[in-house]
């Protein structure tokens, strides 16, 4: 069987593109950045709950790794040019899910995109991840769709009320994010700071659990 990585959120889109791939034959690796504001851990519950959700359609074991995103996140805050900080962010993801790849015997990366959802999701901004993905393919089920469909196939699909359920945010979005990011200013802001350790130390942390 086929496996992806899918960067999972608590979110309504992530969750429903991994299930969209499963139905597809492939076997999902997760892999959520949880943040440590969530003093109740009420982010990291709602993803484990999504697993088990999962694991029943799959009938596989699944594996996924929890990482504490908060020192890269603070450090980009500190560092880097504040409006870029969620494309910093995703292309930081976006390499931390190529390692875990590599390890785990997979190209694929599945996420939860949807054109224009999020600053981090614009069609300049979605292109700034593409000098990362040499060798890899990176697969956004959802590009297309608007948040009704998404919201109406969680409901026929029994994810929406794990999904609704409240949980913590990330509290690092700039005020002002940037939608048209310029690849000069990414790498400008990326060359600040040592991001193959950032990999090392991410990785470092990670937390692996399988059900």
Not at 12 to 27: C, H, V
């Amino acid at each position: 069987m086929k496996k992806f990585i899918s960067l999972l959120s608590g979110g309504l889109d992530s969750p429903i593109a991994s299930l969209l791939m499963i139905e597809k034959g492939f076997r999902p690796i997760f892999i959520s950045f949880l943040t440590s504001d969530d003093i109740d851990q009420s982010m990291r519950q709602k993803v484990l709950k999504l697993i088990e959700f999962l694991k029943k359609i799959t009938k596989e074991k699944i594996k996924i790794y929890l990482i504490n995103h908060d020192p890269n996140l603070n450090l980009f805050k500190q560092v880097c040019e504040r409006k870029l900080t969620c494309i910093l962010c995703k292309r930081l993801m976006i390499r931390i899910a190529k390692q875990i790849a590599r390890e785990e015997g997979t190209n694929i990366i599945v996420t939860g995109d949807i054109l224009g959802e999020q600053a981090s999701q614009t069609l300049d901004n979605l292109h700034i991840y593409n000098d990362l993905l040499e060798n890899f393919i990176i697969l956004r089920p959802l590009i297309a769709w608007n948040k009704q469909d998404v919201i109406d196939l969680n409901r026929k699909k029994g994810l929406y009320e794990i999904l609704s359920q409240t949980s913590a945010s990330c509290q690092f979005n700039p005020p002002y994010p940037e939608t048209h990011a310029k690849s000069i200013e990414v790498l400008k802001s990326e060359s600040k700071v040592d991001i193959n350790l950032l990999v090392i130390q991410s990785l470092e942390r990670a937390e692996s659990l399988i059900f």
